[in-house]
Nanobody, 117 residues
Framework: QVQLVESGGGLVQAGGSLRLSCAAS????????LGWFRQAPGKEREFVAA???????FSADSVKGRFAVSRDNAKNSAFLQMNSLKPADTAVYYC???????????WGQGTQVTVSS
């Protein structure tokens, strides 16, 4: 089992920045692939960014150049640095974890990000 707790959400003006954190426990953190997803009201949950066990990163086209995912294995934590935020980025952001060959089957409770225009 893996427990994930997100933090760092809040209200920010367009153009501003936020840094989300995801604290993990229950399993060796370095063996996990970490992902960030978001869900806006009335929309499907969508992929935002991910970082593999080796540190390779991937991000959705909609956030490329603005968001950056990172991890600190010593602190059992992952981060999502969000810059140049837009109202369209408003959503609940979720941290998720997966094993080497398994899907994202561990999820945090989510943290709300609201970007005002």
């Amino acid at each position: 089992q893996v427990q994930l707790v997100e933090s760092g959400g809040g209200l920010v003006q367009a153009g501003g920045s936020l840094r989300l954190s995801c604290a993990a426990s229950g399993r060796t953190f370095s063996t996990l692939r970490l992902g960030w997803f978001r869900q806006a009201p009335g929309k499907e949950r969508e992929f935002v960014a991910a970082i593999t066990q080796s540190g390779s990163t991937f991000s959705a086209d909609s956030v490329k150049g603005r968001f950056a995912v990172s991890r600190d294995n010593a602190k059992n934590s992952a981060f999502l640095q969000m810059n140049s935020l837009k109202p369209a980025d408003t959503a609940v952001y979720y941290c998720a974890a997966a094993g080497v060959t398994t899907p994202y089957n561990y999820w945090g409770q989510g943290t709300q990000v609201t970007v005002s225009s």
